[in-house]
């Protein structure tokens, strides 16, 4: 009943079950997959699809031949497993090159640099048969604002998105874009820093329907906001073109935990509202195993985010089901009749009627609303006794 199904399209990252395990105080702790060891993995797990940066596959200075050689290999492995390749994007953060940025660098060696890397990753995703393609700002930031002129900053990554729209139409790609907002880390503070500025962002851009966003539930945690409003605004808005599910405990560095593993309460409201919304996006794990894992470890981490997640969309269909819970938002949510010729879309008459309406202030500030219980009966469900 929890096993991974295709309908839910539950992808990994090349740099998720690939991770090493290295932190800023400690060196690896695991041996390195190479691409075709963890299309194998992800297949024995129960993945529908694998995701990458373009030096995940191709390291930065292969020469045309050996990057032709790599992609020949990984196909083959995607052809034999029948993983797909559903997401791409570019590395624009490792190399010393990227170290104040790509497209926002006050050089414009780097940010001329960016987009030519850019562009010949997109070539690689769309080879692999990529639809979306990520732009996560990793180095987009700065640690003191005497450095870059931020409004100049917006402006270099506008002209770089607008550029790369250009780019997908023009080869014919069909790409949709898919902004991934990050407070801090690896820098100081990174421009956009939230999901809801991202949209913002995207308003200004040349061709805004190809651009979306690519939320990630600890970057929003991070920042200390809550994650369900923030996919909430973005499917309101008709742009979640992608999500990366993990797990983060607030106040701390990006932890990228197991999807489920610190948050089930926010994890169970997340799935409960992709599931409601019929979201038909991957289901993207951005997240890696505990530095303490070996290679099975590994396996648990990546059965663990799944399995995670099938066992809330099953919690949100008995939420969904449970004529307690239901019983108690169809009181909560019942219409008032009587209300229905003074409110909606305005018209003078309405706003006159509106107006001369009594209401019953107190009794309105006097009423119960049950969400003790209601909260309750969640947490009961949640914890199984139910
Ligand atoms: C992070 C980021 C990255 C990006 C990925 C795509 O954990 O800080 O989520 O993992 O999502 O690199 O560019
Ligand atoms: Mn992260
Ligand atoms: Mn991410």
Redesign the pocket.
């Known amino acids: 009943m929890y096993e991974p199904q295709p309908a839910y399209k539950f992808t990994f ?1 090349l ?2 079950v690939g991770n090493v395990g290295r932190d800023p105080f400690g060196e690896p702790v695991r041996r390195a997959l190479s691409p075709v060891e963890i299309v194998h993995l992800l297949a024995d797990v129960g993945a529908w699809g694998v ?1 990458l ?1 373009d030096n995940d596959l191709v390291p930065i200075d292969a020469s045309p031949a050996e990057r032709d050689q790599l992609v020949r290999t990984f196909k083959a492995a995607l052809a034999e497993t029948g993983l797909v390749v559903p997401m791409a ?5 490792s190399d010393p090159a990227f170290k104040d940025g790509a497209f926002t660098s006050n050089d414009p060696a780097v940010r001329a640099y960016a987009l030519q890397k850019t562009m010949r990753a997109m070539d690689l995703g769309a080879e692999l048969g990529a639809t979306t393609y ?3 700002g ?1 180095r987009e930031g700065a640690e003191s604002d005497a450095s870059k002129d931020p409004v100049e900053a917006l402006k270099r990554f506008r002209e770089a998105l607008n550029f790369l729209c250009d780019y997908s139409n023009d080869q014919g790609y069909g790409y949709r874009f898919a902004l ?1 907002a ?1 407070p801090n ?2 820098r100081g503070d990174i421009y956009l820093p939230t999901t809801g500025a991202m949209l913002g962002f995207i308003a200004t851009l040349d061709h805004p329907e190809m651009v979306g966003v ?1 939320p ?1 539930v ?2 929003e945690t991070m920042a200390g906001l809550n994650f369900v409003h923030a996919v909430a605004q973005a499917l309101d808005a008709g742009k979640l073109f992608h999500i ?1 599910l ?1 797990d983060q405990n607030s106040g701390r560095y ?1 932890q ?1 935990f197991r999807f489920g593993a610190h948050n089930y309460k926010q994890s169970f409201f997340l799935v409960k509202l992709l599931e409601d919304q019929q979201y038909a996006g991957p289901r993207h794990f ?1 997240a890696h195993a505990y530095r303490s894992e070996d290679s099975a470890g590994v396996r648990d981490f990546a059965r663990g985010c799944m399995r995670s997640y099938m066992i809330l969309a099953a919690k949100a269909r008995q939420f969904n089901a449970d004529p307690e819970i239901q019983q108690l938002l169809a009181e909560l949510n019942a219409p008032q009749p009587e209300l229905t010729p003074l409110q909606g879309r305005y018209s003078r008459e309405r706003a006159q009627a509106l107006k001369a309406h009594t209401f019953d202030r107190q009794a309105l500030g006097q009423r119960g609303l049950g969400y003790e219980r209601l909260d309750q009966l969640v947490f009961e469900l949640l914890m199984g006794v139910r």
């Open positions: 990252g740099w998720t995701n940066h994007t570019t590395n624009l953060f990520v732009f996560w990793g991934e990050k880390e690896p690519n990630e600890a970057h990366d993990n990006d990228d951005d």
